[in-house]
């Protein structure tokens, strides 16, 4: 025999109550209020360390790697392709070129922006070709830039630097 929609509907006795605001300032039902106290912390690790303290001092430090000759930056404490420890650490220059870049009408978080901002990747001048960071351009047009670029880093002034890549404002075109 078919079981019709009227034999499986629940009785409106069993129907659950949703929960009021009203019902837990008044304990009506049992509940646990907690507030967990989550700390957490990270290190940057030695050479990203090494790369914010120096930036605060207006310097780009780059690591190198004796064996294939690379100088790697932003700067790394092992050579991924020799699989060893790097050997010394360099300054580079705060030049560059952009490899690429792009036109970004939002934000980090995801809010629109009233004015676009180009992101761009820039390879450094002194460190090994590709090595390079991702950062925003300054004083230009989007209409004006390309690939290949040259641009300069301009930084905060000494007293409002904070061992951060933000310490660089913006990389303008030079030239
Ligand atoms: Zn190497």
Redesign the pocket.
């Given at each position: 025999m078919a079981v019709g929609k009227k034999d499986i509907s629940c009785p409106p006795e069993a129907i659950g109550t949703p929960i009021k605001d009203e019902d837990l300032k008044k304990g009506k039902v049992t509940y646990y209020e907690d507030y967990p106290d989550l700390r957490y912390a990270w290190t940057a690790g030695q050479a990203i360390s090494r790369f914010l303290n120096e930036l605060k001092k207006g310097r780009l430090i780059a690591t190198k790697?004796n064996?294939?000759g690379?100088i790697m930056f932003p700067p790394r404490i092992f050579?991924e392709?020799?699989f060893?420890p790097i050997d010394d650490w360099v300054y580079v220059k705060d030049t560059g070129v952009v490899q690429t870049f792009s036109i970004s009408y939002i934000d980090p978080d995801a809010r629109p922006l009233p004015e676009p901002i180009i992101v761009a990747v820039i390879a450094v001048d002194g460190a090994s070709p590709k090595m390079g960071i991702m950062h925003v351009l300054g004083e230009v047009k989007p209409e004006d830039v390309y690939i290949g670029m040259k641009v300069k880093a301009v930084w905060k002034d000494e007293e409002e630097r904070e061992g951060a890549i933000t310490d660089i404002k913006y990389w303008k075109p030079v030239g």
């Open positions: 790697c064996e294939c690379r050579c392709l020799c060893k």
